[in-house]
């Protein structure tokens, strides 16, 4: 027999979204059990995003949970866009009206996350087993999951899928209920740690011939570099010497040097977009990555997830304050028009800085021209600095 619990808000998946919709909620005064089937020490050092929008960093801090990103975070109110040799910084305070971006690592925010729902006596259980949803067609969903080997059922009134875009709820939804969208594209990132002192002082987006690079960082110490590779690259292909050597070439620019370190950890990022509609089916909310995914290009996925969560948590406390469902019932149309937006956007960027297999010469010139006008018409240049900060919440 199963040990019977009882929760308002059953969240899968202890990632962004979890635990900041976790940690909303009690904030709200609206109870949680967050369950998530790693550990919280591979959750804590796993290497994803950097690049927080300003209302990202905005909401962490309202939160409570801003301190150490304020401390260590670096901000930054520009990029470079790099082509032909040449740089062309977008100015974000000057194009958004003082907005800017915060680099933060993904892991830090988690410990941050993770360290002030366990302070307030929040209840995230981690390496749990088979978890499964049920019964959210009807009033009275149920979790089942094991943890050391014990079967458990927590009921809850709702169920938030935070689980990612392996998780298991978004499957668990009947067949015919939700329509996917979606594109695969043709190449991969090649992503590196280096105990070395970022090049830049901001981000450097490459556009070459032999492919899209991008300089990143984490601190003033360790740089996050990425190169465009081919979907099925093989990593023990790419020595230390050769990720250097390419990014060398790719980056190169009059006057510039790109210095190198020690290479400490690398991966290879398939590239997607992907939308499931609707984000929403009974009493089962898909938000962050099980509903949708972006290619990297925007650095959207982490704040996307942290503004499904936001509107989730909103349409949540009024259901408890008011018992009216009007808030939940609009969640999937509310978060679907952000997510198209930012799905556009990161479409966009993924287009114009990188290259194509089956492109030709005029797709070539029609990027660099592309380019040139984003980086020359102040108008163009205003559109990918609003969205690269953040559009508002509606
Ligand atoms: P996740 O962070 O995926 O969290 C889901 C959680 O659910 C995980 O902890 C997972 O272990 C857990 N889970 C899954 N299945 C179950 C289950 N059955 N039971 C219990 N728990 C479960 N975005 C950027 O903007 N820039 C980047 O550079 C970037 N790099 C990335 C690199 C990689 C390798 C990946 C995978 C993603 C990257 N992203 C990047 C995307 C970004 O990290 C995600 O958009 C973000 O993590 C989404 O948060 P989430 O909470 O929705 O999902
Ligand atoms: C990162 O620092 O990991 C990063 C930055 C910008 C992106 C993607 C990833 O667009």
């Not at 990188?354 to 029609?366: A, G, V």
Request: aromatic residues 10%; proline residues 4%; hydrophobic residues 40%.
């Amino acid at each position: 027999m199963a040990i019977s619990l009882r929760t308002q808000v059953g969240i899968v998946g202890a990632g962004p979204a979890g635990l900041v919709l976790s940690h909303l909620l009690y904030l709200q005064g609206v109870d949680s059990v967050v369950l998530e089937n790693r550990s919280r020490e591979y959750a804590e050092q796993r290497v994803r995003a950097g690049v927080l929008e300003q209302g990202t960093v905005d909401l962490l801090t309202e939160m409570g949970v801003g301190e150490r990103m304020k401390a260590e975070g670096l901000v930054h109110y520009g990029i470079e866009l790099r082509f032909g040799g040449r740089g062309h910084r977008i100015d974000f305070q000057d194009l958004t009206g003082r907005k800017g971006i915060t680099i933060y690592a993904q892991h830090e925010v988690l410990k941050d996350l993770n360290n002030a729902r366990i302070a307030s006596g929040g209840q995230v259980l981690f390496e749990v087993e088979n978890v499964s949803v049920h019964d959210f067609d009807g009033d009275k969903p149920r979790i089942r999951y094991q943890k050391n080997g014990t079967p458990y059922e927590l009921t809850c009134d709702f169920i938030a899928a935070c689980d990612g875009f392996h998780g298991i709820c978004r499957p668990s939804v009947p067949p015919g209920i939700l329509t996917v969208y979606e594109r695969e594209y043709p190449f991969g990132w090649l992503g590196i740690l280096a105990d070395a002192p970022p090049s830049s002082e901001e981000l450097i987006y490459t556009y070459h011939d032999r492919g899209f690079a991008l300089l990143s960082m984490r601190s003033p110490h360790i740089s996050r570099l990425y190169l465009q590779c081919k979907p099925d690259a093989n990593i023990d292909l790419w020595s230390d010497d050769k990720i250097w050597q390419e990014l060398q070439i790719r980056l190169a620019s009059d006057g510039w040097t790109l210095t190198e370190g020690q290479i400490t950890q690398k991966g290879i990022t398939s590239m997607r977009s992907f939308v499931v509609e609707p984000m929403q089916y009974g009493r089962l909310f898909l938000a962050g990555d099980s509903a949708h995914i972006v290619p990297p290009t925007g650095a959207k996925g982490l704040n996307l997830a942290v503004a499904d969560v936001q509107i989730l948590a909103r349409a949540l406390k009024h259901f408890y304050s008011t018992g009216s469902r009007n808030l939940l019932d609009t969640y999937s149309e509310v978060c679907l028009r952000r997510v198209w937006k930012v799905q556009r956007f990161s479409w966009w960027m993924t287009s114009m800085l990188h290259r194509f297999p089956d492109e030709n010469p005029f797709d070539q010139r029609r990027q660099l021209a592309e380019l040139d006008y984003v980086t020359t018409s102040r108008a163009a240049a205003k559109t990918l600095a609003e969205n690269y900060v953040g559009l508002p919440l509606e």
